[in-house]
Every structure is written in structure tokens, then in C-alpha cells.
């Protein structure tokens, strides 16, 4: 099955920063990979979608790269605000074109 | 238009009780998903229903949960005696089948006492 890192539990940066979360994984490549954005108590807000063939996706101050070689997902936040402050969590298809499999998250925390 | 719901928000129970959760999915998506999300942990998922297709519930862990999937639409999730390594926030989610681009509900957070 496929074993997905997120590279950290918790990152903090300064507000006006360009955060940079990691997303590694093993076996096989997934066709697409997605970022999810949750706040405490809530369930996830899909954010973006990269599909294998992709190497980048852009939205606003949002960016997904997708490396199949490194087998890796890089997610960045630029110009970061304390409102960006939650938790990431990427999601790779499960190889069956029809579910998710979720990594455990990284909790950002943007401050002044 | 309407997101997916999810009630009760909050359910205590004693252990070795039943419990059923619900779930309304977004109107005309055929997917729907259930995922079990314990304090400070990534989401696992359970189980998973496509249209008329058999669900796939290789995530259940255990015989005491099964879910049902009445008329492509509402869902429920049920757990039989529960234990309290059921307690966890229980998060539902529905989707168009291409992409797959999930909705969350809210969530049930279950207590098991």
C-alpha cells in the first residue's frame, strides 16, 4: 500500500514568508495528487489538483509542484498570513481511480 | 447550493451501545466516502460508495461497523457495541467520479464513555 510523509508536524514561519510543504511518497506514482487545507474542528477544503503528466499548478499565492521521478509534492504558500495558519494535508489516488489515500498533515502557523 | 451534512455534530455514548451517524451528500454526486479522524491523526478512510457499484469496504475495522447507501443519496454509518477506541471525529464526503475532488461535511465527533 502506499506510505505517504508530510515532512513535518508543524512548521512556523513569519507573515510575508513563503512556506514550503513537503509531500513524499512511496511505491507506485498516483495519476493525481491533491492538497486539502483544514481548520480545527472542521473537515477539509480541497485546494488544488496536480495530475501526473503536470509538473507545476498554480492558484493565487498558492503553488503545487509533482516530481514522479523524487516522488515528492512540494506545496507553497507565498506572501503567508497568520489566516493561512491550519493544517495541510496531501492526498495521492489510490492507483484505483476512485479513492484517496491522506497523509497525516502539517500544521502551519503563520505569526506577525 | 447546499454542502454535505452531517448530524449529530456531537454524540456521547455509553460503551457497548450502538450508534448511527448520517451523512447528506452534495445532490448528484455519486461518490461518497467515510473517513474516521482521531485527535491530532491523519484521516483513514473506511469506506466508500460509487453509484450502483458494490461499496468497497476494505477500510472498516472491524465487523461491528457497516455502512448503508440508500437511493444513491443519504448515508449511514453504523457502529455496534461500541468500544472507546471508536471515539474519533467521523468526517463524510462526496464527489463527481472524475477527479474526485472530495467535499467534507463537518464531521460527528463520537465520545465513547
Known amino acids: 500500500s502506499q506510505k505517504i510523509e508530510q515532512n513535518s508536524e508543524a512548521l512556523n514561519i513569519q507573515e510575508g514568508k513563503t512556506a514550503t510543504l513537503t509531500c513524499n511518497y512511496t511505491n507506485y506514482s498516483p495519476a493525481y495528487l491533491q492538497w486539502y487545507r483544514q481548520d480545527p474542528g472542521r473537515g477539509p477544503v480541497f485546494l488544488l489538483l496536480?495530475?501526473?503528466?503536470?509538473k507545476e499548478k498554480r492558484k493565487e499565492r498558492l503553488k503545487v509542484t509533482f516530481d514522479t521521478t523524487l516522488k515528492q509534492s512540494l506545496f507553497h504558500i507565498t506572501a503567508s498570513q497568520p489566516a493561512d495558519s491550519a493544517t495541510y494535508l496531501c492526498?495521492?489516488?489510490?492507483?484505483?481511480?476512485?479513492?484517496?489515500?491522506f497523509g497525516t498533515g502539517t500544521r502551519l502557523q503563520v505569526t506577525l | 447550493g447546499a454542502g454535505v451534512s452531517q448530524s449529530p455534530s456531537n454524540k456521547v455514548t455509553e460503551k457497548g451501545k450502538d450508534v448511527e451517524l448520517r451523512c447528506d451528500p452534495i445532490?448528484?454526486?455519486?461518490?461518497l466516502y467515510w473517513y474516521r479522524q482521531s485527535l491530532g491523526q491523519g484521516l483513514e478512510f473506511l469506506i466508500y460508495f460509487q453509484g450502483n457499484s458494490a461499496p468497497d469496504k476494505s477500510g472498516l475495522p472491524s465487523d461491528r461497523f457497516s455502512a448503508e447507501r440508500t437511493g444513491g443519496s443519504v448515508s449511514t454509518l453504523t457502529i455496534q457495541r461500541t468500544q472507546q477506541e471508536d471515539s474519533a471525529v467521523y468526517l463524510c464526503?462526496?464527489?463527481?467520479?472524475?477527479?474526485?475532488?472530495?467535499?467534507f461535511g463537518p464531521g460527528t465527533r463520537l465520545t465513547v464513555l
Open positions: 492526498a495521492l489516488e489510490d492507483g484505483t481511480a476512485s479513492k484517496l489515500t
Open positions: 445532490s448528484g454526486h455519486t461518490a
Open positions: 496536480i495530475r501526473e503528466n503536470e
Open positions: 464526503a462526496s464527489s463527481l467520479p472524475v477527479y474526485n475532488e472530495q467535499f
